[in-house]
């Protein structure tokens, strides 16, 4: 015997509705998890991410349809109107938050997803400056936005010059996730993270990856939310807001600054001043102007 959503009456098609929904939250909670975790297979988890969250909305969409059409018959079949309008309007409410839900977990991914798609941002370029630290070891310079591969990118050249001790930061920012890439990658070399013209967005995450965080005095730094919430204002934690505000947070970096750089928008960025950046941790040390480099 077919079961169909006649079969199942409205209760039933809510059931159904609610299994399907917590399915497919659950595989994009998992999915948002290991996207963050960059790696070869990178795109092909954006590319999940994408298709998870169009699968939400058709699962949401066609739960809608069938609790109006059974909703509809009801009514015709003897319910009273209001009883029917409240019967449909629950299964609305539940369906849009599910769907809602799920875009709140890949919402980070799924603007990494079109970026990756519809409009690459290029990953950051490196190079090894002239001038050495005081130790005798490389100096090597990331600079660019940090786009897709940029993680890639650092630990070839890394590979390749095993005797870098700093990386210096020039980024306007880029994708949370290349950005934690990167983070990671100089944590576990153990290097010294340094920023001597710009230093923007998630790029502040690479910085507090430094064993030592080093900055010069003109140096601009500003923080900002990655990307603006679904639902709420700027001021709306988003679950990528929650993740990197741990991550600074975890690296000694002061909470009320890690708090305050993730309740601003792209377009009101927080500029700390030096004194507040070295309070915070933000920075350890100022970069003597003997060691700046011109590009």
């Given at each position: 015997m077919?079961?169909t959503?006649?079969?199942l009456?409205?209760?039933g098609t809510?059931?159904v509705?609610?299994?399907?929904?917590?399915?497919?939250?659950?595989v994009?909670?998992a999915?948002?998890q290991?996207?963050?975790s960059?790696g070869?297979?990178?795109p092909?988890w954006?590319?999940a991410?994408?298709?998870?969250?169009?699968?939400?909305g058709?699962?949401?969409?066609?739960?809608?349809?069938?609790?109006?059409?059974l909703a509809?018959?009801?009514?015709m079949?003897?319910?009273s109107l209001?009883?029917g309008i409240l019967?449909?309007?629950a299964?609305?409410?539940?369906?849009?938050?599910?769907?809602l839900a799920?875009g709140h977990?890949?919402?980070p991914?799924?603007?990494?997803?079109y970026?990756?798609?519809?409009?690459?941002?290029?990953a950051?370029e490196?190079r090894?400056l002239?001038?050495?630290?005081p130790?005798?070891?490389?100096?090597?310079?990331?600079?660019g936005?940090?786009?897709?591969?940029?993680?890639?990118r650092?630990?070839?050249?890394l590979a390749?010059?095993?005797?870098v001790?700093t990386?210096q930061?020039?980024s306007a920012g880029?994708?949370?996730?290349?950005?934690?890439?990167?983070?990671?990658?100089?944590?576990?070399?153990?290097l010294?993270t340094?920023?001597e013209?710009?230093?923007?967005?998630?790029?502040v995450v690479?910085l507090?990856a430094?064993?030592r965080?080093l900055?010069?005095?003109?140096?601009?730094?500003?923080c900002?939310k990655?990307?603006?919430?679904?639902?709420g204002g700027?001021a709306t934690l988003?679950?990528?807001?929650?993740r990197?505000?741990q991550w600074l947070?975890d690296?000694?970096?002061?909470?009320?600054?890690a708090l305050a750089?993730?309740?601003?928008?792209?377009?009101?960025p927080?500029?700390?001043?030096?004194?507040?950046l070295?309070d915070a941790?933000l920075?350890?040390?100022w970069k003597?102007a003997a060691?700046a480099s011109?590009r």
């Amino acid at each position: 015997m077919a079961l169909t959503p006649e079969r199942l009456g409205l209760r039933g098609t809510l059931a159904v509705g609610l299994m399907g929904a917590a399915a497919l939250a659950l595989v994009a909670g998992a999915v948002a998890q290991a996207t963050w975790s960059v790696g070869p297979h990178y795109p092909l988890w954006l590319q999940a991410a994408g298709a998870l969250m169009l699968a939400t909305g058709f699962w949401s969409a066609s739960w809608i349809w069938v609790a109006f059409t059974l909703a509809e018959r009801r009514v015709m079949q003897g319910m009273s109107l209001p009883r029917g309008i409240l019967a449909f309007a629950a299964q609305c409410s539940v369906a849009l938050a599910f769907a809602l839900a799920t875009g709140h977990l890949l919402h980070p991914l799924l603007h990494a997803w079109y970026a990756h798609a519809f409009d690459p941002l290029p990953a950051a370029e490196w190079r090894l400056l002239p001038e050495r630290n005081p130790d005798g070891s490389d100096v090597l310079e990331l600079y660019g936005p940090l786009g897709l591969g940029t993680t890639a990118r650092l630990q070839a050249a890394l590979a390749a010059h095993p005797g870098v001790r700093t990386v210096q930061i020039d980024s306007a920012g880029g994708l949370a996730p290349e950005a934690l890439g990167v983070a990671r990658l100089i944590e576990s070399h153990g290097l010294d993270t340094a920023v001597e013209r710009c230093c923007e967005g998630v790029c502040v995450v690479v910085l507090a990856a430094g064993a030592r965080r080093l900055a010069t005095p003109h140096a601009v730094l500003r923080c900002h939310k990655p990307y603006m919430p679904i639902l709420g204002g700027a001021a709306t934690l988003t679950a990528a807001d929650q993740r990197l505000r741990q991550w600074l947070v975890d690296r000694g970096v002061d909470p009320a600054l890690a708090l305050a750089c993730h309740q601003r928008p792209a377009w009101q960025p927080l500029t700390p001043d030096p004194a507040t950046l070295k309070d915070a941790w933000l920075v350890t040390d100022w970069k003597p102007a003997a060691q700046a480099s011109q590009r």
